[in-house]
T-cell receptor
Framework: GAVVSQHPSRVICKSGTSVKIECRSLDFQATTMFWYRQFPKQSLMLMAT?????????EQGVEKDKFLINHASLTLSTLTVTSAHPEDSSFYIC???????????FGEGSRLTVL | AQSVTQLGSHVSVSEGALVLLRCNYS??????LFWYVQYPNQGLQLLLK??????LVKGINGFEAEFKKSETSFHLTKPSAHMSDAAEYFC??????????FGAGTRLTVKP
């Protein structure tokens, strides 16, 4: 089946630094990438939607200048958390959309801890 | 946009008892429906999904769910709970080429 590789799986950083999370679709073209975050004991909330080659669309309340999303190719999308703060500590998950089939495929998730 | 509502944030059953986790959806077009399980400090694992065809869907670990359009429901069941079923369960909905929306989750506790 289709695979989405997400890394790093875990990252710990100091407050004020930036962290980049990558999602790669290994055997299909991810025309759309959805980025979610999950705070402890909560559900997954959509942060933004990116389509290859265009700017991401952010959900209400998500700061686009803080969460930079790049989707420059059909197999790679990145989420950069800039100037991270402890409240950004969360589980971040990418879900890739295959336009041809309409199916969605999960990345493994990245657990970010900001000290 | 599509959405799901999970009824009951916590469900507790005895080992060997029936598990029933409720999910209702809202969608303006025929939806795809999913159930995921999440164990502590892990990602989501797909239990089962409905896209088209047979409305009774069987998944892993003995779980199944039935798509009922008239009731806009997709409840998850398992005839006999096992201790290892204790986890967080998420219902989700999507439509082709669109994002996935998750329910708030239901924490299942299994008592010995």
């Amino acid at each position: 089946g289709a695979v989405v590789s997400q890394h790093p799986s875990r990252v710990i950083c100091k407050s004020g630094t930036s962290v980049k999370i990558e999602c790669r679709s290994l055997d299909f073209q991810a025309t759309t990438m959805f980025w979610y975050r999950q705070f402890p004991k909560q559900s997954l909330m959509l942060m933004a939607t990116s389509n290859e080659g265009s700017k991401a669309t952010y959900e209400q309340g998500v700061e686009k200048d803080k969460f930079l999303i790049n989707h420059a190719s059909l197999t790679l999308s990145t989420l950069t958390v800039t100037s991270a703060h402890p409240e950004d500590s969360s589980f971040y998950i990418c879900i890739a959309g295959d336009y041809l089939t309409g199916e969605l495929f999960f990345g493994e998730g990245s657990r970010l801890t900001v000290l | 946009a599509q959405s799901v509502t999970q009824l009951g944030s916590h469900v507790s059953v005895s080992e060997g008892a029936l598990v029933l986790l409720r999910c209702n959806y809202s969608s303006s077009v025929p939806p795809y429906l999913f159930w995921y399980v999440q164990y502590p400090n892990q990602g989501l694992q797909l239990l089962l999904k409905y896209t088209t065809g047979a409305t009774l869907v069987k998944g892993i670990n003995g779980f199944e769910a039935e798509f009922k359009k008239s009731e806009t429901s997709f409840h998850l069941t398992k005839p006999s709970a096992h201790m290892s079923d204790a986890a967080e369960y998420f219902c989700a909905v999507s439509v082709p080429n669109n994002d996935m929306r998750f329910g708030a989750g239901t924490r299942l506790t299994v008592k010995p």
